[in-house]
């Protein structure tokens, strides 16, 4: 950082003000979490200098041996954590490749591998907690297949027997799971019957879930599926980026839609942190991150619960809730801004039956990946669900929100950020 602060003065002073904003602040964004020092540094490190198209012993550049086995490490590791051998010794035979350049790139070159143009694609719909990858009209997915959706019920889960429906009526090519904005579990034995009966692929975009995946706390989709996508840093705490994983007789076709079918140079800084992040990942301590960030979602939605928010779904089984404002005089625009103003950062989002606009919403969701990586327990959640609600309620009282601003900094000074130095 040194080198940046004398060449740069202008842009290392934005990145202190941000590492400012990031150790101050509780981040509450359900899809963020704090990479460790030693993933930082695999991401700032001369491997990005290297070209290295094409996969290890297959380049198209010279001077590769090293970042070959950088790649190999990051591969192997993700397979030991997402197709680890089962009680027989026996894996699903699952290949990886740990190029996409970030999540969307991973679905991008699943689609790729095994769609053509017009093929029907059955995904979750984007208000409902579906991603814009999955679809949307917005996004080169629902551009170049023809897009429908399923949504969930009225008691906010998936409904499979709508699902059914839907998919013997469009008989999709791929179906997809996952989602962005879905506090509950995925039935990926139910969908992988469903895609059966109407010869479909089945995809799993795991990206928010993959942490709670690779410790069994949340059902694997790899027995079932015959693609699984994940971005690497949300509940994986990683590096910004994807990779993608396929079945044996899909591997060759998903290898050549990353490279050359939708990315160039394969970012290796990336990979290599890509791969500290899966090491840390497969020690014992990450299960035990894992239950946290689980047993601190359940305290926060019980007493947001308690204190009389409604809740998408009635609660969460995993890192995420959506709080519903669709009975409130404020929307989630508003609540994100007065949250923000208490040093609380949240993210506004649509929930199911939305009547405000996007930009707008009716629904906040809430993510504890972060807040358990600083040490934040179960009281402290409790806590926060508190100062949320007393935000809320004094959402006009500019002095209020400052004094509740000043106790969630004292709550983030004594637990600071991994991976972040102090001032
Ligand atoms: C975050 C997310 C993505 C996209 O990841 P990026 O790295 O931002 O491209 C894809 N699918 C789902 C379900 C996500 O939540």
Redesign the pocket.
């Known amino acids: 950082m040194n080198a940046l602060a004398d060449q740069d003065p202008a842009i290392w002073h934005l990145i202190q003000h941000e590492a400012a904003r990031q150790r101050d602040d509780l981040e509450l964004i359900a899809?963020e979490n704090y990479a460790s020092a030693a993933v930082m540094a695999a991401a700032g490190s001369c491997l990005t200098n290297k070209y290295a198209e094409g996969l290890p012993g297959k380049r198209y550049y010279g001077g590769c041996s090293v970042v070959d086995e950088v790649e190999n490490v990051a591969r192997d590791r993700a397979l030991e954590l997402f197709d680890p051998p089962g009680a027989s010794g026996a894996r699903h035979g699952l290949g990886v490749n740990v190029q996409p350049h970030?999540?969307?790139?991973a679905?991008a070159a699943v689609y790729l591998a095994c769609l053509k143009p017009g093929d029907v694609l059955l995904g979750l719909d984007l208000s409902n907690g579906?991603?814009l990858?999955?679809g949307s009209p917005a996004n080169s997915s629902g551009k170049l297949y023809r897009a429908v959706h399923y949504k969930v019920d009225a008691s906010g889960r998936i409904d499979m027997n709508a699902v059914r429906e839907i998919a013997l009526r469009e008989r999709p090519r791929m179906i997809v799971t996952?989602?962005?904005a879905y506090p509950r579990l995925w039935d990926f034995a139910a969908f992988r019957s469903i895609a059966d009966e109407v010869g479909a692929l089945l995809l799993a975009?795991i990206?928010?879930v993959a942490g709670l995946v690779a410790v069994g706390l949340h059902p694997s989709p790899v027995p079932h599926c015959d693609f699984v996508?994940t971005?690497t840093?949300?509940t994986l705490r990683g590096p910004?980026?994807?990779i993608a994983m396929a079945r044996a007789d899909h591997m060759k076709a998903l290898n050549s839609a990353v490279f050359p079918g939708s990315q160039g140079g394969p970012l290796m800084h990336i990979i290599a942190a890509k791969a500290v992040a899966f090491g840390e990942a497969l020690q014992p301590t990450f299960k035990a991150y894992q239950q946290q960030v689980l047993a601190n979602a359940q305290a926060m939605a019980s007493r947001l619960q308690e204190r009389g928010f409604a809740l998408v779904s009635g609660g969460t089984d995993n890192h995420l809730m959506l709080m519903d404002l669709s009975d409130r005089a404020y929307s989630g625009k508003d609540a994100e801004d007065v949250l923000g103003r208490a040093g609380i950062t949240v993210n506004k989002n649509t929930v199911p039956n939305e009547k405000r606009s996007p930009f707008i919403t009716s629904g906040i969701r809430l993510g504890t990946p972060a807040m358990t990586t600083r040490g934040l327990l179960a009281p402290d959640a409790v806590r926060v669900a508190d100062l949320i609600v007393e935000a809320l309620d004094n959402r006009e009282d500019a002095d209020h929100l400052a004094k509740i601003r000043g106790e969630v900094h004292s709550l983030c000074a004594l637990h600071p950020v991994p991976g972040l130095r102090a001032p």
């Open positions: 899809s970030s999540g969307a790139q679905n579906g991603h990858t999955h996952g989602a962005s975009d990206a928010h996508t971005t840093h949300k910004r980026g994807g």
